[in-house]
Nanobody, 127 residues
Framework: EQLVESGGGSVQAGGSLRLSCAAS????????ITWFRQAPGKEREGVAG????????FYADSVKGRFTISQDSAQRTVYLEMNSLHPEDTAMYYC?????????????????????WGQGTQVTVSS
């Protein structure tokens, strides 16, 4: 599975961005697609995940109420709508995918569970 992210950029605090993650194959239908981010000197962290078949979503506590993950299954694309951005949201954002049964409620946020990654898109939030 190939993933291609887009939509990153630079915004001021309080602003919004929407990231896109386009998948290349029909394995999309049986997957979880998750957005991760990694800031310089920090570990990669799960931000939001979505089971594509059921639509079930997961969020990190740090983004609940501000970020929304959604999909357009016909386009095999998952979106991350980011509102009320903070400077601490500055990071490289990656989308990743794996077969749906490889992760669960307690493990969706673990990078080691995922076997396909996009190239990343930079998000910079200035104060």
């Amino acid at each position: 599975e190939q993933l291609v992210e887009s939509g990153g950029g630079s915004v001021q605090a309080g602003g919004s961005l929407r990231l896109s993650c386009a998948a290349s194959s029909d394995s999309y239908k049986s997957a979880i697609i998750t957005w991760f981010r990694q800031a310089p000197g920090k570990e990669r962290e799960g931000v939001a995940g979505l089971f594509t078949a059921s639509g079930v979503t997961f969020y990190a506590d740090s983004v609940k109420g501000r970020f929304t993950i959604s999909q357009d299954s016909a386009q095999r694309t998952v979106y991350l709508e980011m509102n009320s951005l903070h400077p601490e949201d500055t990071a490289m954002y990656y989308c990743a995918t794996t077969f749906w049964s490889r992760v669960g409620v307690g493990s969706w946020h673990l990078p080691a569970k995922y076997n396909s990654w996009g190239q990343g898109t930079q998000v910079t939030v200035s104060s």
